[in-house]
């Protein structure tokens, strides 16, 4: 069977011209009254020319076009350049660069894909793309009904298989169509099925709730668990790893780190995690390195952190007496109700301590990796806002009830203190300091209305607003005319348009104040992207990944989060 995507590389241009020849209006008709009200996010899997991908920008949608073809991204990309779509180099069954940006979808649209997927293949690609789907979004597919083409890597295919499928993973076949060939090729009809996804259709928000809220509770060691993998779900995705089709891999060193992150305040304001102890007695990863952490603040328990010394070997020690902890009771006791662990651990046999310790993904993944059911782990970074709060709230209720019984005094506002998750300080003077040294060595423009900057205008703005999320990284810091940016911008996000009408400048800025020529600056920004924005591949290093990344970062927020817009349309037309 020959190489579908060869196929389309070498024979772009006929397919292209068959494709715009031919109206989104007519080939999809079927769906106009299930499209999403308002506004949404679509992915485009197998985008081919891009025509669907602009009609469903056309409507308002933020659009996301997967097309494996690059001779056809290439053609799609050119053809509708005005159409902000983004466009990934991705691919059926695995989807790997959709699935570990975080994005979710309300509608999916696979027209004429489905047959180039071999059978063997589809029962993985359908799982990669139902859980893409946000609760209550739309799968649909156009199914090709006609003979086998060795050629064109083309398969049989039937609605049956499908309708199946959707069964498995908690879904329903919204609505059957037919169509003839709009191409009027013999032997060949179109078969459109409509699936729909009720709740998150994972069984994910039930266990999360069941485990929050039911499960029996010896200490609060599995809400810390649960609310450590929300923080990170959150923060930290790039510094995971894709285990498999099942599993996320997350560093065992991170979650040891932000639990001990999560538990210090706690602790020192002698709030009690079990019915039988008062601060820090009886916690099994409370021993001497963790009592010596005392003057560390929780604060610099972060990604990108560097200790050495007796800090760092008093670190190391404490994040393994957390990892083990970690393993051997929540990771252990959280389990399905087969008796099945829920977050399997995969411990190494030894843990090299390193002489200079530096918090990235190769040292926190020397203690092992926690893995985490990708469906799981895709509900905590989409409902991450809301399943914190129960979490929370469970965790402030049972430290009341152990207080209680250990007839213990506490008060709402010192647990509420010790609960709230701390960033470090609103830190712009790296940044700032950068853009004045370029000031002195040049001209300096503001990213979003391309003005000259001077010490008095200039200003560092949040490229996504610190109120929306709470991140520092340098990436996000960008220079910005103290007018626009606080009176315009403010806390609102870029749009699609505004951003990609600032990419030479932001990339520009990113070169000169924090890559070229300034290693450890250099050090930071890659770390801190790698870390933050799941997308970027570490070994390349390319800021053109970095400002993709930023742009589904943009998309993420802006529907998981409904952060408002800012169009800046004024600066766009100026320019």
Same mark, same amino acid.
């Given at each position: ?6 196929? !389309? ?8 011209? %068959? ?12 769906? #106009? ?27 308002? !949608? ?17 053809? +509708? ?5 983004? @466009?990934?180099?991705?691919?059926? &069954? ?81 609505? +059957? ?20 996804? &009720? ?14 809220? =039911? ?11 649960? #609310? ?22 997350? &560093? ?35 021993? =001497?390195? !963790? ?25 190391? %020690? ?19 109700? =087969? ?35 990708? +469906? ?25 009830? !152990? ?22 300080? #609103? ?37 996504? &607003? ?9 990436? =996000?810091?960008?220079?910005?005319? #103290? ?25 520009? @800025? ?48 802006? +529907? ?12 766009? %037309?100026?320019?």
């Amino acid at each position: 069977m020959a190489d579908p995507i060869a196929w !389309y590389d070498a024979n772009a241009e006929t397919a292209v011209a %068959q494709y715009e020849g031919l109206t989104s209006d007519t080939v999809h008709g079927w769906l #106009r009254d299930l499209l999403p009200k308002g506004s949404a996010t679509v992915l485009d899997i197998g985008a081919g020319s891009g025509r669907d991908a602009a009609w469903l920008s056309a409507k308002g !949608y933020d659009v996301v076009a997967v097309e494996p073809s690059a001779s056809m991204r290439a053609a799609g990309a050119a053809i +509708h350049a005005q159409a902000p779509i983004r @466009w990934i180099d991705d691919r059926l &069954p695995a989807l790997a660069t959709v699935s570990k940006s975080g994005l979710s979808f309300d509608l999916i649209l696979l027209s004429a894909v489905w047959m180039h997927l071999p059978p063997g293949d589809r029962p993985r690609a359908f799982r990669k793309i139902i859980n893409l789907l946000k609760p209550g979004g739309l799968l649909a597919i156009a199914l090709r009904d006609g003979p086998a083409d060795l050629v064109r890597g083309i398969h049989p295919v039937v609605p049956e298989e499908l309708e199946g499928l959707a069964r498995d993973h908690g879904a329903f076949v919204e609505r +059957h169509a037919e169509a003839e060939d709009h191409l009027g090729r013999p032997g060949i009809r179109w078969l459109q099925v409509a699936i729909r996804l &009720p709740d998150d259709g994972t069984g994910a928000l039930p266990l999360l709730r069941h485990v929050i809220l =039911n499960d029996d509770k010896s200490s609060t060691y599995k809400l810390a668990l649960l #609310r450590t993998l929300c923080r990170l779900a959150d923060g930290a995705a790039g510094s995971t790893r894709d285990q498999d089709d099942e599993f996320v891999a997350v &560093p065992l060193g991170l979650v040891a780190l932000t639990w001990i992150r999560l538990f210090k305040p706690l602790l020192s304001a002698n709030l009690p995690q079990n019915p039988s102890n008062i601060g820090l007695q009886r916690l099994g990863f409370v021993r =001497n390195a !963790y009592r010596r952490l005392t003057d560390v603040s929780h604060l610099d328990l972060r990604v990108g952190v560097r200790f050495s010394g007796e800090p760092g070997t008093t670190l190391h %020690q404490a994040l393994k007496d957390a990892a083990n902890t970690i393993a051997r009771m929540p990771a252990t006791y959280i389990t399905y109700p =087969n008796g099945g662990p829920v977050f399997p651990v995969r411990k190494p046999a030894r843990t090299r301590r390193p002489s200079l310790i530096t918090l990235d993904q190769a040292y926190l993944f020397q203690f092992g990796e926690m893995l985490v059911p990708r +469906h799981l782990w895709s509900a905590l970074r989409r409902f991450g806002a809301w399943v914190e709060p129960a979490l929370v709230a469970e965790w402030s209720r049972l430290i009341k009830s !152990y207080a209680l019984r250990q007839d213990v005094r506490v008060d709402d506002a010192t647990i509420a203190a010790s609960m709230t998750w701390d960033e470090p300080t #609103r830190d712009v003077g790296l940044a700032r300091e950068r853009a004045l040294t370029m000031l002195a060595d040049g001209d300096l423009r503001c990213v979003w209305s391309g003005r000259n900057l001077d010490r008095r205008s200039l200003d560092i703005d949040h490229c996504f &607003p610190w109120t929306a999320w709470t991140c520092g990284d340098l990436w =996000n810091l960008m220079p910005a005319h #103290r007018t626009v940016n606080q009176r315009e911008k403010r806390a609102l996000l870029p749009t699609d348009r505004l951003l990609q009408f600032a990419r030479d400048r932001v990339l520009g @800025w990113w070169e000169s104040a924090y890559v070229k020529d300034l290693p450890m600056v250099s050090e930071r920004f890659w770390l801190e992207a790698t870390s933050s924005l799941p997308t970027v591949d570490t070994d390349k290093q390319r800021l053109s990944d970095v400002f993709d990344a930023v742009c589904f970062q943009r998309i993420r927020l802006k +529907h998981d989060q409904q952060v408002p817009e800012w169009a800046g349309e004024r600066h766009i %037309q100026v320019d």
